[in-house]
């Protein structure tokens, strides 16, 4: 079975980004109390059933929200009645699955015994999954920790806290063992990171800075898709925080800061206020938007999604406290060349 508190701490949602992606999470175990069952803590209740389990390991993994009764997180002291059901819940399916390390370079800005902070290039898919089992970020991870003491292959999140698009650039965090997972898993879920983002958007944002906050979920007709629900009932609760660094005409380069990390979450909150990020396929942010239709503009726009063939998005700033010290760590990221190139090719059709 292996030790399933490796992955209690790893929340992400893309996901995509989340962005992070945290609305998904999957059923590991089930557990139903007994009729006669006595009241008792939710911890001491695990800590029987799950092999390898430690008190300590599901105390955390509540905090984190990966402890449910009756289908509602809770935490280490609740008190389990006869018939609940308790269930542990993750962010990734259980599967058998082996990680093949393989040696694909990687920009690694950070690393100590705990903790390794990547900034991931535009392109590279960050872990295994519909069709992508190699090629990954985690299979180049791997490779870095292959030869780490108690390093599992089979592990397959392998220390990641959080994800972000295969298509958008930037910082990323990786936990080097179990410890370091879970207190900066408990950390994400408790929304204390500090995560900046800059994005090239279609339009020209009307305030300088502003909040943007509506339920995401699934689009009912499109599963690739996430979208917000008008009546705030649906869903998954939401917050982005936006402030315009620079007006290019039908464009505005912004940055974003996220409250919280759902699957897709910029991408959409940007459409929703009708600010598509640039070039963004998914979302239609790949089409004229903004702007006049005449030949010379329509070259302008092709040559501008020919440099950045992505959506314009950058995870730029990531602050964390570090999970062995307890120090506040701060890194920042540069623009990627595409992206600065776009944005120059903005600022001179304004000139």
Known sequence: MGEWTE?????????????????????????????????????????????????NRIQMAADAGYIRANG????????VKPADVITVVMDQPRRELEIIPEDIPLQVVYEDDDVMVIDKPPG??????????????????????????????????????????????????VAKNPDAKTHLGIQFFNKTTQRKYIALVWGSVKNDEGRIEGNMGRDPKDKMRMIVFPDGESGKPAVTH???LERLGYASLIECRLETGRTHQIRVHLKHIGHTLFNDE????????????????????????????????????????????????????PVPEDMQQLIEKWRNLMI
Request: charged share 30%; with cysteine; aromatic share 10%.
């Open 7 to 55: 992955d209690i701490a790893d929340l992400a949602e893309a996901t995509g980004f989340v962005e992070d992606s945290e609305d998904e999470f999957y059923e590991h175990f089930r557990f139903v109390a007994d009729k006669g069952q006595s009241l008792l803590r939710v911890d001491k209740f695990l800590v029987d059933r799950i092999e390898h389990a430690s008190r």
């Open 72 to 79: 509602k997180p809770v935490k280490s002291n609740y008190k």
């Open 124 to 173: 590279l898919v960050v872990h295994p999954g519909h069709g992508n089992y190699t090629g990954t970020m985690v299979n180049a991870i791997a490779w870095r920790l292959k030869d780490q003491p108690g390093f599992e292959s089979k592990d397959p999140r392998l220390g990641l806290v959080h994800r972000i698009d295969k298509d958008t650039s930037g910082l990323l965090v």
């Open 242 to 244: 936006y402030r315009v």
């Open 282 to 333: 998914r979302y239609g942010g790949n089409e004229i938007l903004k702007g006049n239709h005449h030949t010379k503009y329509k070259q302008f726009i092709r040559n501008c999604m020919e440099i950045c063939p992505r959506q314009a998005l950058h995870a730029q700033t990531l602050g964390f406290v570090h999970p062995k010290t307890g120090k506040e760590v701060f890194f920042e990221s």
